[in-house]
């Protein structure tokens, strides 16, 4: 679980390395013990006044690399 609670807050990028929001939780599926998808807040400042009702979902199979940041896939890349 301490790899869940690192995703909190990391920043993702699409391809093309423009941000699309921030980590705010995870949806987890606790039969496979697998994620499932990361719920995103949009980056703006009413993000930063905790303002902001957009979200986004993100399948977990659509993560391309996680590190410092978390990187999307081309949605029409092949597996």
Sequence with gaps: MKFVKELIGKEVLNK???V???VSDIEFNPDTQLIESLILKKG???E???ISKGEN???FDLIRSIGD???L???FENE
């Design 16 to 18: 093309d390395a423009f």
């Design 20 to 22: 699309v929001g921030k």
């Design 44 to 46: 703006s400042i009413s």
């Design 48 to 50: 930063t006044l905790n």
């Design 57 to 59: 979902v993100i399948p």
């Design 69 to 71: 940041k978390i990187i």
């Design 73 to 75: 896939k081309d949605t």
